[in-house]
């Protein structure tokens, strides 16, 4: 069946950097986009990051930008995303999410996010 | 702050039907038909409910619709079920020069 799963969370000190991973079965990774989205303790969802079906193009809210990098490794069927300078407020659960497949021609989020993973608990602090 | 604005809280009675709001500017709710709506449990993932505005993906009940009116989308529930008790979340398109993707910030629905 279709399935995500993260891991690569934990407990990591403010300023230093953690790398998630979400491996993808039962679809054709490679054909497409993924998110990775986080919700903060009690907080709702935040959108993180996008990046295209080939990792051609990817996209970050201000939030994070400059500090996190979201990839993929298509051989692998493993979407990353490495967080540099994490701070307190990154503390949140991260999910990552499928986006469109490549073959539609719209933009990202046209057909929502489908499939979702368990989540993986990322802890900033001291 | 959130980028789109939802009501804290709506609630009815089994049988009933509610409708959650969610607002957002000509910049991304109104500026885009790629409204979708999802729907968490405690402590579960979130499930994708609507997108594009009104479509269903496969599996989910009929009773949830969607809509949107200017800047304002609104998700629909109808013949309300002890099961839809959750928060559920709207997300738009914000264009990809811009935000991205922005979220609101959340409806409790209580089934009461």
């Known amino acids: 069946q279709v399935q995500l799963v993260e891991s690569g969370g934990g407990v990591v000190q403010p300023g230093r950097s953690l790398r998630l991973s979400c491996a993808a079965s039962?679809?054709?990774?490679?054909?497409?986009?993924m998110h990775w989205v986080r919700q903060a303790p009690g907080k709702g969802l935040e959108w993180v990051a996008v990046?295209?079906?080939?990792?051609?193009?990817?996209y970050y809210a201000d939030s994070v930008k400059g500090r996190f990098t979201i990839s993929r490794d298509n051989s692998k069927n493993t979407l990353y995303l490495q967080m540099n300078s994490l701070r307190a407020e990154d503390t949140a659960v991260y999910y990552c999410?499928?986006?469109?497949?490549?073959?539609?021609?719209?933009?990202?989020?046209?057909?929502?996010?489908?499939?979702w993973g368990q989540g993986t608990t990322v802890t900033v602090s001291s | 702050q959130s980028a789109l604005t939802q009501p804290p809280s709506a609630s009815g009675s089994p049988g009933q039907s509610v409708t959650i709001s969610c607002t957002g500017t000509?910049?991304?709710?109104?500026?885009?038909?790629?409204v979708s709506w999802y729907q968490q449990h405690p402590g579960k993932a979130p499930k994708l409910m609507i997108y594009?505005?009104?479509k269903r993906p496969s599996g989910v009940p009929d009773r949830f619709s969607g809509s949107k009116s200017g800047n304002t989308a609104s998700l629909t529930v109808s013949g309300l079920q002890a099961e839809d008790e959750a928060d559920y979340y709207c997300?738009?398109?914000?264009?990809?020069?811009?935000?991205?993707?922005?979220f609101g910030g959340g409806t409790k629905l209580t089934v009461l």
């Open positions: 000509s910049s991304d709710v109104g500026g885009y038909n790629y």
């Open positions: 039962g679809f054709t990774f490679s054909s497409y986009g």
């Open positions: 999410a499928r986006d469109k497949p490549m073959w539609l021609r719209c933009p990202f989020l046209c057909t929502g996010m489908d499939v």
């Open positions: 594009e505005v009104s």
């Open positions: 990046i295209w079906y080939d990792g051609s193009n990817k």
């Open positions: 997300s738009s398109y914000a264009g990809s020069n811009k935000l991205g993707v922005v």
